[in-house]
């Protein structure tokens, strides 16, 4: 399965989940409200990531729905946080300006999605909203080690 799902960075860079077949992504979709929702999630992951020695394999995107702010001034104001926020996270936050990276994954509004895309493009699992404290050791058991 190819995901033809795109956005862009905050200075205009533009990202093509498709372009990166072969690795295994792990999807964070979610607008500034829902970004909390998935925080133990999130905690848990950046904790186990110096043990995982498969972690050029795996790709984390983390892409914000800002569709709400495609008009000016305000996209030039929520460019300049995202890119704040990227630069204290050290990766690139992505961001979907008109919705279509969010309706091309199937993500449900005004929550945190999450997607893990196995090497093949498969989608080895999809969870909108909090993913449950039982589902956390599943999700992260399917990225590399």
């Not at 995982?52 to 795996?58: F, S, V, Y």
């Not at 460019?79 to 961001?95: D, F, H, Q, V």
């Not at 090497?119 to 992260?140: M, N, Q, T």
Request: aromatic residues 8%; proline residues 3%.
């Amino acid at each position: 399965m190819s995901l033809r799902a795109r956005a862009e960075s905050a200075d205009g860079v533009p990202f093509d989940l498709s372009a990166h077949e072969g690795k295994c992504l792990l999807v964070f979709y979610e607008d500034k409200d829902a970004r909390s929702q998935n925080q133990p999630l999130k905690d848990r992951l950046w904790k186990s990531m110096d043990q995982r020695h498969g972690k050029d394999a795996l790709l984390i995107v983390a892409v914000a729905d800002v569709s709400a702010f495609n008009w000016w001034p305000a996209r030039k104001v929520v460019s300049a946080a995202i890119r704040e926020e990227s630069r204290k996270l050290g990766a690139t936050i992505w961001c979907d300006w008109d919705g279509s990276f969010g309706r091309e994954i199937g993500a449900a509004k005004g929550a945190s999605n999450v997607m893990v895309v196995g090497r093949d493009g498969a989608i080895l699992f999809k969870h909108s909203g909090a993913v449950p404290a039982e589902e956390i050791d599943r999700v992260l058991a399917m990225l590399p080690d």
